[in-house]
């Protein structure tokens, strides 16, 4: 009998490895400094490992309700109503979700249908628009104003179809850290009013703003909040990202629709971790203090950077910083983004990200992206090394 493997029609024929992955293996390869993917090289609270071992020992290992542990559900919703004044209730508008990627994932399969037009604003993380594409639906690139990264209404206005079934954003924004203003928030709002577009707000930078800036979640406005999916990520906030452990609050007909899809996608969550997560947000002191803990790293990073010919792009949340490489001293700043972070990681021995992956026509304007989520070792031995450009 000839064995044989079937030729398989390739659902997503334009997707590639991921430039996370590229560039975290490059930087190994290299025995670089790995400023590129966005992950802390700290460990979490302690406390926080404590009580996954408690539950553990406790026997909290089995299946979790899929919608999530009620304890977590309800801490989630206690933090919205206390930080963003809205109430959504545990039972039938919080869900935990396998990571705020698959929350976004989820959201999509679950409101999108073959047809339907879904607007992302470019730059763009790089789950957004694979998404999108595995429900069948049609993306719509709109782009941020190059340079400051804020969101263009007219062109979001000019977007918008009758075919236009959501809109996805994205603050504080990866990869450029800017932030959306209360203005922008309630123009976004004024901009949906008449439509029946759906809302997918990312929000899993939350808690890294900085001073004099303010997070201004989905949740604040009525009008924004009725139509809107609002996706958040313990990995980040606790520096768990390997934890892959987020939410999603939404109303309850969107929810009762989000579950549907999750149920049949991941079922549940890590047990343990929930009932730990759940716990440690008795406390609300590690979300409060991490944009000071944030902006110290940021600002001893900007510091550094600021004794090179890299220009300083505002920082105004996220954990990364991003820079333009045109006024450097070295004639590799002539090379594509892309080249220029191939050079960096493997010459100089410092690994960032091209911004132009985030776009569809890879638009390429010289700016490159650092993560300084890293100790202050990692990121004093980075600037040891960039200090000549």
Same mark, same amino acid.
């Given at each position: ?98 990571? *705020?990627?698959? @929350?976004?994932? +989820?959201?999509?399969?679950?409101? !999108? &249908? ?5 607007? #992302?604003?470019? %730059? ?124 999603? *609050?939404?109303? @309850?007909?969107? +929810?009762?629709?989000?579950?549907? !899809? &999750? ?5 549940? #969550?890590?047990? %343990? ?117």
């Amino acid at each position: 009998m000839n064995a044989r493997t079937p030729a398989l029609a390739s659902k997503a024929p334009n997707m590639g490895t991921t430039i996370f992955t590229v560039m975290s293996a490059l930087a190994a390869e290299k025995k670089a400094v790995n400023l590129g993917q966005g992950f802390p090289d700290f460990p979490c609270d302690p406390k926080l490992l404590d009580l996954v071992n408690d539950a553990m020992r406790e026997g909290l290992n089995q299946y979790p309700p899929m919608t999530g542990v009620a304890p977590l559900r309800e801490a989630v919703a206690s933090k919205i109503s206390t930080l963003y004044g809205r109430h959504y209730d545990p039972t039938s508008e919080i869900t935990v979700t396998a990571g *705020a990627t698959q @929350a976004i994932l +989820t959201i999509i399969l679950a409101i !999108v &249908h073959p047809g339907d037009e879904v607007i #992302v604003l470019e %730059p763009c993380y790089d789950s957004y628009v694979p998404n999108i594409e595995l429900a069948g639906g049609v993306v719509v690139r709109v782009p941020l104003t190059p340079g400051s990264f804020r969101p263009d209404f007219d062109k979001i206005r000019a977007a918008i179809t009758p075919k236009t079934r959501a809109i996805l954003i994205n603050s504080p924004h990866n990869p450029s850290g800017m932030i959306w203003s209360q203005q922008d928030m309630l123009t976004l709002q004024e901009v949906l009013a008449p439509t029946n577009i759906v809302l997918i707000s990312d929000e899993v930078y939350e808690h890294m703003v900085y001073a004099p800036n303010q997070h201004w979640s989905a949740a604040h406005f009525d009008g924004l909040a009725a139509r809107a999916f609002i996706v958040s990520s313990f990995g980040k906030t606790y520096h768990v990202t390997g934890w892959k452990i987020g939410t999603v *609050a939404a109303p @309850a007909a969107y +929810t009762a629709e989000f579950r549907k !899809v &999750h149920q049949f996608n991941v079922f549940t #969550v890590n047990t %343990p971790m929930q009932h730990a997560l759940a716990r440690y947000m008795a406390d609300p002191a590690p979300y409060l203090e991490l944009p000071a803990f944030y902006q110290r790293k940021r600002d001893l990073f900007r510091q550094g950077l600021s004794q090179t010919h890299f220009k300083l792009l505002p920082g105004e949340g996220t954990y990364f910083q991003c820079v333009d490489i045109s006024g450097l001293q070295v004639p590799e700043k002539n090379l594509s983004e892309a080249d220029f972070c191939k050079w960096l990681t493997t010459d100089i021995g410092v690994a960032a990200i091209p911004l132009s992956v985030f776009y569809g026509n890879g638009f390429d304007q010289k700016v490159i992206r650092f993560c300084f989520a890293k100790k202050d070792e990692t990121l004093l031995a980075a600037l040891e090394k960039l200090k000549g450009l």
